[in-house]
T-cell receptor
């Protein structure tokens, strides 16, 4: 199956800082989603982004499918951004989303 | 709120028992997916149903089974429970196929004692 690597595994930020999370994947994809898992365990859909760039408030994401990576940008981070961020691509020859191990983000006030 | 509902939120049971987790997809969504999140395995896909039919199977144990009913809600049945089955179980739904955006429910936290 598709291999998914997320980096860095952990990120500690001061409130107001910007950051970039990276997701590398091993195969061509039909679907790629970014999720935020909050401290209560809920998985929140951030982006559906198999290719291109999207923005939603302070968050934006870019997927370069031909080079098999996706980036999630967090600008002006807030304490509510804390949690685990997952990248989940779906390989072109598969039905399922395959989740990476996640990046744990801690934003300090 | 994603629009996907799951019940119960928490479940505590003993080894050897059987439990049923329930999921209602977003209105209009035809596909339902089940995922398991555990500390050692991470988030893993279990099974997908589309309009009542099984569409894809992942790392689902033989002790586990699922179905999707005519009203499109789904149930995940876990039997002969073991300590290692303790995990957060998520249901997700999408409009049609797996290339659509998947929206996740709040999860059911299962603890097997």
């Amino acid at each position: 199956g598709i291999q998914v690597e997320q980096s860095p595994p952990d990120l500690i930020l001061q409130e107001g800082a910007n950051s970039t999370l990276r997701c590398n994947f091993s195969d061509s994809v039909n679907n790629l989603q970014w999720f935020h898992q909050n401290p209560w365990g809920q998985l929140i859909n951030l982006f559906y982004i198999p290719s291109g760039t999207k923005q939603n408030g302070r968050l934006s994401a870019t997927t370069v499918a031909t080079e098999r990576y996706s980036l999630l940008y967090i600008s002006s981070s807030q304490t509510t951004d804390s949690g685990v961020y997952f990248c989940a691509p779906q390989a072109s020859n598969d039905y399922k989303l395959s989740f990476g191990a996640g990046t744990t983000v801690t934003v300090r006030a | 709120d994603s629009g996907v509902t799951q019940t119960p939120k928490h479940l505590i049971t003993a080894t050897g028992q059987r439990v049923t987790l329930r999921c209602s997809p977003r209105s209009g969504d035809l596909s339902v997916y089940w995922y398991q999140q555990s500390l050692d395995q991470g988030l893993q896909f279990l099974i997908q149903y589309y309009n009542g039919e099984e569409r894809a199977k992942g790392n689902i144990l033989e002790r586990f089974s699922a179905q999707q009913f005519p009203d499109l809600h789904s149930e995940l049945n876990l039997s002969s429970l073991e300590l290692g089955d303790s995990a957060l179980y998520f249901c997700a739904s999408s409009a049609a196929g797996s290339t659509d955006t998947q929206y996740f429910g709040p999860g059911t936290r299962l603890t097997v004692l």
